[in-house]
């Protein structure tokens, strides 16, 4: 294990690496003095992201045994403002100064690349401490109650769910909130439509528990996987090691028959109940609301519990916008979509889930020359189009509003993206609505649109009319200033 070559780079392989990645570039702030758990960990975070300040690592909090720390904002904004995307783009293998579209286009290309399956090995650091039985117990770790109004502490807000089905034939490797009921057991959201719940409801037809493994640490672009809509069928393993260039090394786990990343900080093992026999939540969510109420959910037993000398979990605190629910959920679902309508022959420059939009909005470039592309396609049948393709998108159930515009803004640039809607958007031309499953965490819906997890979509065409047809020049330093003169301001001017 250890520090690798990934495109002529080298990449932090774990959380350890990664950590040591982000002091080098100063954006990692050591907390040593003692903090609480309760409420005062979730709010040092929370400020974290609104003020846009190096990652804290905490390693002396109270009522946590001695050694025993906790990571947080692992790939929240970095606190460089000329490199923003820092924490996503090292997490995945990039260069620091990597662009919004780049990394999208990363992720997009590896769904185009066959698999990289696992490989097993010996042991890993995750087998360095092992609790058994009633010794695997939470107490001593790090479960902080994170925002004022969550339902209670939360064991898992960055952590892979690994499950496989009864007949051995998909593994899932997910990601979902997981809130502690007592040191031996836990409850988390397991939604219809996540791969972890079509495997849930396999052994909950059988009347079984299912087998768990909850992994915190290990790649920091495991996360980046573990949230990505992938089509049915496809492994999140195998995808990690297609976008990484390498396989994952995994060992067996102690008490039940599922294999975890050898590298990971922290290892809980157990069964999922059949039933709905719990009730979890609220938690604060990446909507930038807490929800008034919580619901029934299945009870997570514990049986093991292994990890690594002075283990670190790492810690997100969801809520307004920007923090790693919107980075690391909406940045691989862009590229899903991307990877999408591009394998649909659709001339597409981009995806952008917009991350100040909580996700709620997506915008979709295409390039100027999309009509000699599509002859005799107009600006209406090319969102028709796109609406169609994105239908057929397991993706698609996160999609709300849509917006259709031309490649000459950057949509990753909230700015940009800003000024664009204002002046493309008609109040009243170019509404393309549907009606569609949705995914009821999206605070747009009615509660009763929530409650069907059914309703309408729009997208938006946006797109400037052809050069000859009455579009207006931009006026701004790049587009109304011959080269020759820009270049000659750039390098005579600092401002």
């Known amino acids: 294990m250890g520090m690798w070559e990934a495109g002529g780079m080298q990449r932090p392989s774990d959380l350890r690496e990664y950590i040591a990645a982000l002091r080098d570039r100063g954006d990692v702030v050591d907390v040593r003095r003692r903090v609480d758990p309760h409420l005062?960990?979730?709010?040092?975070?929370?400020?974290?992201?609104?003020?846009?300040?190096?990652?804290p690592l905490f390693t002396s909090l109270e009522g946590v045994a001695p050694g025993r720390g906790v990571f947080g904002a692992p790939a929240a904004l970095s606190s460089d403002p000329e490199h923003p995307f820092a924490r996503v783009a090292l997490s995945l293998g990039l260069p620091v100064d990597a662009s919004g579209q780049q990394i999208v286009a990363h992720i997009a290309d590896a769904r185009m690349r066959s698999a990289i399956a696992p490989v097993e090995v010996a042991t890993g650091p995750c087998k360095e401490n092992v609790l058994l039985g009633a010794e695997a117990s939470l107490e001593g770790f790090p479960t902080p109650l994170l925002h004022g109004g969550d339902g209670g502490r939360y064991v898992n807000t960055w952590g892979a769910i690994v499950a496989r089905t009864p007949g051995g034939d998909f593994t899932s490797w997910s990601i979902a909130r997981i809130m502690m009921i007592d040191g031996?057991?836990?409850?988390?959201?397991?939604?219809?439509?996540?791969?972890?719940?079509?495997?849930?409801?396999?052994?909950?037809?059988?009347?079984?528990p299912m087998p768990y493994a909850l992994v915190q640490g290990g790649d920091p672009a495991l996360p980046f996987v573990t949230g990505m809509p992938l089509p049915d069928g496809v492994e999140e393993a195998g995808f990690l090691g297609a976008l990484t260039g390498r396989p994952v090394e995994v060992v067996r786990c102690e008490t039940v028959d599922l294999m975890v990343p050898a590298n990971a900080?922290?290892?809980?093992?157990?069964?999922?109940?059949?039933?709905?026999?719990?009730?979890?939540?609220?938690m604060g969510e990446f909507t930038g609301y807490i929800p008034a109420r919580g619901g029934e959910q299945p009870c997570y037993a514990i049986e093991a519990i292994t990890y690594r000398d002075d283990p670190l979990w790492p810690h997100v605190v969801e809520g307004q916008p920007v923090d790693e629910f919107h980075t690391a959920f909406g940045i691989p679902f862009a590229a899903e979509l991307l990877a999408h309508l591009r394998g649909a022959g659709l001339p597409i420059t981009t995806v952008w889930s917009s991350l100040e939009s909580a996700n709620h909005w997506t915008a979709i470039t295409v390039p100027d020359t999309w009509r000699e592309t599509l002859p005799g396609t107009t600006s209406h049948d090319l969102v028709?189009?796109?609406?169609?393709?994105?239908?057929?998108?397991?993706?698609?159930?996160?999609?709300?509003?849509?917006?259709?515009?031309d490649d000459d803004i950057d949509p990753a640039d909230a700015g940009q993206l800003t000024w664009a809607l204002a002046t493309r958007w008609h109040p009243t031309q170019g509404h393309h609505l549907r009606t569609g499953p949705i995914v009821p965490l999206l605070a747009c819906y009615t509660e009763t649109e929530r409650a069907k997890a059914s309703g309408p979509k729009a997208l938006y065409d946006c797109l400037l009319p052809p050069p000859d047809a009455?579009?207006?020049?931009?006026?701004?330093?790049?587009?109304?200033?011959?080269?020759?003169?820009?270049?000659?301001?750039?390098?005579?001017?600092?401002?």
Request: aromatic share 8%.
């Open 265 to 282: 900080e922290i290892v809980i093992e157990g069964h999922l109940s059949p039933t709905l026999d719990a009730h979890e939540g609220p």
């Open 40 to 55: 005062e960990l979730g709010a040092i975070i929370r400020r974290s992201y609104e003020t846009r300040a190096p990652a």
């Open 184 to 208: 031996k057991r836990m409850t988390g959201l397991v939604s219809p439509g996540q791969h972890v719940h079509q495997v849930w409801q396999q052994w909950a037809a059988r009347g079984e």
């Open 470 to 495: 009455g579009r207006l020049r931009r006026s701004s330093f790049a587009h109304c200033y011959p080269q020759d003169l820009q270049r000659k301001v750039i390098d005579q001017w600092t401002t």
């Open 384 to 405: 028709e189009r796109i609406a169609d393709a994105l239908s057929s998108c397991r993706a698609s159930v996160w999609l709300n509003r849509t917006f259709v515009l």
